[in-house]
């Protein structure tokens, strides 16, 4: 059984912080690439960001120079700052990793629950 369980998010007015954390745990043999998606009812669950094994960030072009994604291997856990928050940043967040789960043989993407961003004044 592999989870991941994201914590951080709320309510911010424009301008604001958050910071999304997501511990993957169970039985885990490997991770490779972390991520953050987002959501709002009705539309495509988007990009957000992603990072390698490494520490290589991607960026979708809407939140580049604005949030900041970061891991802890030792951890398994993928951060995102965001800053500069605006309106347009509301909604759920998910975090993804690809997992090698321990006995497995090949890696394959898991989500948490997802956790609700509102930016509001």
């Known amino acids: 059984q592999v989870q991941l369980v994201e914590s951080g998010g709320g309510m911010v007015q424009p301008g604001g912080s958050l910071r999304l954390s997501c511990a993957a745990s169970g039985s885990i043999f490997s991770i490779n690439a972390m991520g953050w998606y987002r959501q709002n009812p009705g539309n495509k669950r988007e990009l957000v960001a992603t990072?390698?094994?490494?520490?290589?960030?991607n960026y979708a072009d809407s939140v580049k120079g604005r949030f900041t994604i970061s891991r802890d291997n030792a951890k398994n856990t993928v951060y995102l700052q965001m800053n500069s928050l605006k309106p347009e940043d509301t909604a759920v967040y998910y975090c993804n990793a690809d997992i090698l789960r321990r006995g497995g043989s090949y890696y394959r993407g898991y989500w948490g629950q997802g956790t609700q961003v509102t930016v509001s004044s």
């Open positions: 990072i390698t094994t490494g520490g290589r960030p």
